[in-house]
């Protein structure tokens, strides 16, 4: 079983910036590969960036590629997503995830969610 909790969240102009974290519980953490997922307001919930339990390998969707960037520390069972240059289409509830080896892209590869944190993006 694996608690998470997102933080962070917040408003930001248009151009600026922001880092979400998410403290994660139990031992088996550096196990699961982690990812970040949005949810705008009316919208379906959709892949933003994963990283896998090494922390060398990560995938972005194409709109926050290079703008984005995940990154975990198992020491302190924690995933981070730095987020700059951001945009109002930025604006959404940012969800962290967990799943096992192999997860892809995908909502149905994760097991574990974090129960959401607002980022407003104004312009």
């Known amino acids: 079983q694996v608690q998470l ?14 880092k979400l974290s998410c403290a994660a519980s139990g031992r088996t953490f550096s196990s699961y590969t ?3 997922f949005r949810q705008a307001l009316g919208k379906e919930r959709e892949f933003v960036a994963r990283i896998m339990w090494n ?7 194409d709109s926050v ?19 700059s240059s951001m945009t109002p289409e930025d604006t959404a509830v ?8 192999g997860a892809t ?3 149905a590869s994760y097991d ?3 129960q959401g944190t607002q980022v407003t993006v104004s312009s």
């Open 5 to 18: 909790v997102e933080s962070g969240g917040g408003s930001v102009q248009a151009g600026g910036s922001l």
């Open 34 to 36: 982690m990812a970040w």
């Open 55 to 61: 922390g060398r390998n990560t995938v972005y969707a």
């Open 65 to 83: 590629k290079g703008r984005f960037t995940i990154s975990r520390d198992n020491a302190k069972n924690t995933v981070y997503l730095q987020m």
């Open 94 to 101: 940012y969800y962290c995830a967990a799943g096992r080896l």
């Open 105 to 107: 892209s995908a909502i």
């Open 112 to 114: 574990y969610w974090g």
